[in-house]
């Protein structure tokens, strides 16, 4: 008996050039699809990566205001320091007197290597639950390069969230350093060109100023950690 007589029926049906064709055509299939899985995850990899450059130049545009006065060189929304709200860190202290209700980001401008200004986040209340976010950047001689309020923070994302929201009051905190905050904490805010947290009495000039002020000894107390970066 030959071996092709030799082989089981089973075996001899599986052989065939039918069951061949269909082993092929199902192998082809799964091929097919492990390729289009594939390309699903280079496309959303490739997505993500968009959306996450769109969100930093979006911050990189804003920030810009922070730091031209001084002039800067580096790319400040790569060169940041990651502050934690509630969680104590390592390296910082006097991090409440922040005020942070969330993870936020501190920003480092430098010129040639060397850092010449720091926006450090904080959060303003009035005591009966408004708060305000704020960004003050300080440059290294302990003077206000810019403060501003920030857009309300309603997501966890820490990139794509610099949203500068313009006050005329804001501005009069820029050149001045910690001896000068009290004196404006007193002055009233009119109703043009500004927020409406502020022009409502929702958060008062004085809860603002405090915490500016506050942002400033935080600064003052964490300069080195800061400026060596994360």
Do not use: C
């Amino acid at each position: 008996m030959s071996a092709a007589l030799s082989l089981h029926p089973a075996r001899r049906n599986w052989l065939s050039p039918v069951h061949l064709f269909r082993h092929k055509q199902t192998l082809g299939l799964i091929g097919i699809l492990a390729s289009l899985l594939v390309a699903l995850l280079v496309f959303n990899e490739f997505v993500a990566d968009r959306i996450e450059a769109s969100k930093q130049q979006f911050d990189r545009v804003h920030l810009d205001q922070f730091f031209r006065s001084v002039g800067y060189d580096n790319d400040v929304v790569l060169d940041r320091f990651l502050i934690p709200a509630h969680r104590p860190h390592d390296r910082l202290i006097n991090v409440q007197l922040l005020g942070l209700e969330r993870d936020r980001y501190a920003y480092l401008a430098k010129q040639a290597g060397q850092v010449v200004a720091i926006a450090v986040p904080a959060t303003a209340d009035d005591g009966f639950n408004g708060t305000i976010d704020l960004l003050i950047a300080i440059d290294m001689y302990g003077r206000i390069t810019a403060a501003r309020v920030i857009e309300d923070l309603t997501s966890d994302a820490l990139v794509g969230v610099v949203d500068v929201i313009d006050s005329t009051w804001m501005r009069q905190f820029t050149g001045n350093a910690m001896r000068d905050i009290k004196r404006l904490s007193w002055q009233t805010i009119t109703a043009e060109n500004e927020y409406d947290q502020f022009v409502g009495a929702s958060i008062t000039p004085k809860a603002v100023a405090d915490r500016i002020y506050n942002a400033m000894v935080f600064f003052q107390s964490n300069r080195i950690v800061l400026m060596a970066g994360e």
